[in-house]
Each structure stands twice: as C-alpha cells, then as structure tokens.
C-alpha cells in the first residue's frame, strides 16, 4: 500500500482540507507538524494514538515538527460544554519541559515551543496582523464555537483558534511546514489556520484529522474522561498499561492494532482470524499489549510487565521482586504490620474478615493464601522473616480479593 491507502486502512482520515493532498502524500515529501497543549507533565494513549502518525508519515518519507502548546495552553483550547479552567504560568512551563522531554524521547523528532514566537506579540499586533483576516462570522460558524454561543464563551477562548493558526503561518514561513495533521477535535483551529496562510500570504496549505480514539463506550481516551492512561511509566507502569490493553473489548481490539501499531495489514488479518477462532486465548489483546508497551518502553518493560502478569495469574507471587510487587498491587488495599501477628488477627485487624469468626471460616474452607500459599492454620505467626524481602506479604480472599500487607522498618 501507499502511503494514504496505509492510513486510510488504519481508519487514520476523518477530514482533508483538499483532494490534492492524497497524491502529495504519495509522492512529495511534505514538512507537517501536530501539536499538543501542556495541560500535563506527561502524554496519554490519546495523544499516543495521535502522535503515532508522525512517525508512520515519517516512515514514507515525510518530515514530522511535533509542537507543544506553551502559549495556547496558557488560554486553553475551548471545550464544548464548558470553559475550560486555566492553569498557572508556572505549570504550563513545568509541563512544557516534560512533555518536550517525553516526546524527544518516544518518538525522536524535532519539537518546537509556540510560546517562542508567541511572547514578543502585542495586543496590537496580534490584531492588526492576524486579527484583520479573519472574518468573526467565520469564527461564529466553527462548531465548537457555535455550540458554546447559548452558554457563553469568553473572548480569549474565542481567540484560540486564530493563535492556532498563527502557529501554522509561522511554521509554514520557518519550516516550511504545508501540513497540519490532528484529532478530529481540530479540525475548526486548522481550517482557521488554512484560511490565514491564504488570506496573508497567498499560500495554500494542507488539514488532515484522525479519529479519535474510543474505547467500548464510546468514550475518548483521555485525561479528563477520568481514564487516562499516561505514557510516563512512573504515572502509568507497564504493568498497568498491559492490564488495561489485555482486556480491550473484543469489538475494539483490531481496531486498536490498526492505529495503535505498525503490524502489517497481512499480520492484522491474520492475528484477526487466529483471534475470532479462539476469542478466549486472547491473541489480539495481547499482541496489542506487546507492539505498544514494547514501543513506548522497551522490551524489557514488556517482559516485566509480563512476568507480574502471569506471576499473579498463577499465583507465584514469590517468583516477583519487591518493585514488581508494588507494581502489580499498587490498587489494592494496604495496611502496614508489626512484627509479628497471627493468621487470624492479620485477617480481622486489617478488614479482611470482618469478625474472628468470619476468619476461621475463610481459613477453614481454604480460601486465604498468603504470599502464595493456602495457610490453614489460624494460629500460625506471621514475622518478617515470612515477607518478600522481608516487608510485604500478599493476602488473597477467595479468587480474586488482594490485600498488601508492608511490614515497618
């Protein structure tokens, strides 16, 4: 496949401002950039989704500028519902400094910093050379705008949409930049910033936006759905990360290995088949788990994430280091421990059981292992000699209830 016929298998295209751009993309090598606004320190799996086109784009041949947002995520790209709270100076710039870390690092292209040519603007002259081009009936018909008319919506986020578009002149006139690929979330800001380059400078430029990402609800991947899952192993671990992608729904799941991977549309097809022949093996999910944690953190954070994985599933929890412990239970209750105790004031003195009755009748029906291992006898004496590394101690209810216990000192 070409390199339009590979993103529109992925169902990578929502909108293009121009036919022409199919055949650019085929066969020129076009300067694009995405961007994001630093409303965190770290990139979640929908900017991932998003950003994965750069490196797919650069892999035919054209040449990707990744921007983080210091001056438009001062004023906040406007939500439809709703204005979006701002957030200090002192944080944006904090965020700027790991996001450009974050984005270096995962996928190496160059990154810019809109705020650096966005600061020396005045009021006047962001009118007089920006504002004069833009019709406000023009503005008033982009949908995000129009849905917050009744609501209201204040000038600066009305005002967002053209500074976006200043990005896109400035970087068409520094970069040479002809492209700007986003969410379909975008499209009003990008068309905003086509129509700027035209009406300034005569120039011709090129919007194309994706999909988003949503899960088997129909809801986007992102921070303030209140499901984020961040690309920084240290908000969001690989083991996490890999429990989260391992039960994709089955309706989603090839869907995801179309955006969310480089497997070829052959290998789709046929981890699809292999998958739709035994939905229970899992093969896509876990397919899916392994291309993108093996992306984002190397093959070594897979294998751990992995190896907490299975450990946990088949119950050797003693097989796992302190550190994958407490990635693998981060979630679970957690009480801390003296230096010794009995199996059945373990139970009742940390909510496990709820009376010491109720305690003898888990231990009685084998239904409380500890580190492991079915414990039967309610008498017997837990030290830190007992612990993985001589602090933590795994309580298991039943199948599926955990309880960390950390000893102190």
Not at 63 to 71: N, R, S, V, Y
Not at 260 to 288: D, G, M, S, V, W
Not at 346 to 368: C, D, H, K, P, Q
Request: glycine fraction near 8%.
């Amino acid at each position: 496949m070409n390199c339009f016929e590979d993103l529109k298998y992925r169902g990578l295209i929502k909108d293009i401002s121009n036919p022409d751009l199919e055949k650019k993309l085929n066969e020129e090598s076009i300067t694009f950039y995405i961007g994001t606004d630093p409303t965190a320190d770290s990139m979640h799996i929908g900017h991932f989704s998003s950003f994965l086109i750069a490196t797919r784009l650069a892999k035919y041949g054209h040449k990707p500028i990744l921007l983080i947002g210091g001056a438009t995520g001062l004023i906040g790209d406007p939500k439809p519902t709703k204005e979006r709270p701002m957030i200090t100076k002192e944080e944006v710039e904090k965020n700027v400094l790991g996001l450009t870390k974050q984005a270096k690092e995962i996928f190496g292209f160059e990154v810019v910093n809109n705020y650096d040519w966005t600061k020396d603007i005045s009021i006047i002259d962001f009118l007089r050379d920006y504002g004069k081009y833009i019709n406000v009936n023009y503005m008033l018909d982009k949908d995000i705008i129009s849905r917050r008319l009744e609501s209201g919506i204040t000038f600066a986020e009305f005002a967002y949409g053209l500074l976006q578009g200043m990005d896109f002149v400035h970087l068409n006139e520094s970069k040479n930049v002809t492209l700007q690929v986003a969410g379909s979330d975008q499209w009003g800001n990008i068309t905003t910033g086509i129509e700027l380059a035209r009406k300034m400078k005569d120039v011709e430029l090129y919007g194309m936006t994706m999909p988003l990402v949503l899960d088997a609800n129909g809801v986007k991947f992102g921070k303030t759905e209140g499901n984020a899952l961040w690309l920084d192993k240290n908000k969001t671990s690989s083991y996490e990360l890999y429990q989260y992608l391992i039960n994709s729904d089955d309706t989603c799941v090839i869907d995801y290995l179309k955006k969310l991977t480089f497997l070829t549309k052959e290998e789709i097809e046929r981890i699809e088949k292999e998958h739709n022949n035994q939905k229970e093996q899992r093969i896509a999910q876990k397919t899916l788990a392994k291309e993108v944690i093996t992306f984002l953190h190397g093959n070594e954070e897979y294998k751990k994430a992995l190896k907490i994985s299975e450990s946990l599933f088949s119950g050797n929890i003693k097989e796992l280091t302190y550190d994958e412990i407490i990635d693998g239970f981060k979630d679970v209750p957690n009480f801390e421990l003296e230096n010794e105790t009995t199996l059945v004031d373990l139970l009742v003195n940390n909510n496990i059981a709820s009376s010491r009755r109720e305690a003898r009748e888990f231990i009685s029906a084998g239904s409380i292992t500890i580190n492991g291992d079915k414990v039967c006898d309610e008498n017997q004496i837990f030290t830190k000699n007992d612990a993985i590394d001589n602090k933590i101690l795994i309580v298991r209810r039943g199948k599926k209830k955990y309880y960390m216990g950390l000893f102190k000192g």
